[in-house]
């Protein structure tokens, strides 16, 4: 699997994922995220809002069922 699999499996399985909290799970730099997380954005794949509590932190969720998570 791939870092950007890694990352798509780890929202789906885990919705509302932080930037923090997908950089610890994928060991990559914020910089090095934040490129997969856009990839990821533009081909629709996953969306970001912006948490109520903390407008510098964006929070992850996938669109639809547009991946199958396997266990």
Do not use: C, F, W
């Not at 610890?24 to 990821?40: D, F, G, P």
């Amino acid at each position: 699997m791939n870092t950007r699999e890694k990352i798509l499996r780890a929202i789906v399985q885990q919705p509302g994922l932080t930037t923090r909290e997908i950089m610890a799970i994928a060991q990559l730099s914020r910089t090095n995220t934040r490129e997969h997380l856009q990839k990821l954005e533009s081909l629709s794949l996953i969306y970001s809002q912006v948490d109520g509590n903390n407008l510098n932190k964006h929070r992850y969720y996938p669109v639809g069922s547009s991946y199958e998570a396997k266990s």
